[in-house]
């Protein structure tokens, strides 16, 4: 830790913080090239969200509260993958006979588990997982389009 303007600065989640949101706003371009209504700015939020909560959910575990109350950062984790999920779910509408935003939606949550995994510090699986997810997303799609169309 260093001594700045705001007190003590933690510079390991100085780099989590910049991290996540240069990986989801990775994704987000992606999305944003494919005129997808979630793009750069909402998949940089997903992820710093995401990152955030398991930073805190962790760092609870170190005040005193923890002493007096039974504290468990993995449900923080379940609640981001299922409140991420939940909201995917309000991306997926059905119209003339098939589906649209599977695609947004199911990158929106592996956002989030993207984040967790730099809040977590596994910086290696989060960016491999996000040049995984840059290749499905745009790779996958000319291989598609060369099989089906």
Known sequence: MIEGLFGEVNLQI???L???TIL???IGVERKQQERA????TFALVALACTLFTI??????NTPYSQSVRL????IIQSIALGFGFLGGGII???RFHLEGVTTAVALWITSAIGIAVGLKLY???TLVTLLVLIILAGFRQIEKRIWD
């Not at 805190?56 to 575990?61: R, V």
């Open 14 to 16: 100085v780099f989590q």
């Open 18 to 20: 910049v991290l996540t």
């Open 24 to 26: 989801g706003a990775l």
């Open 38 to 41: 979630a793009g750069l700015r």
């Open 56 to 61: 805190l959910s962790l760092s609870i575990i």
């Open 72 to 75: 468990d950062p993995l449900r």
């Open 93 to 95: 509408i059905y119209r």
């Open 124 to 126: 290696f699986l989060a």
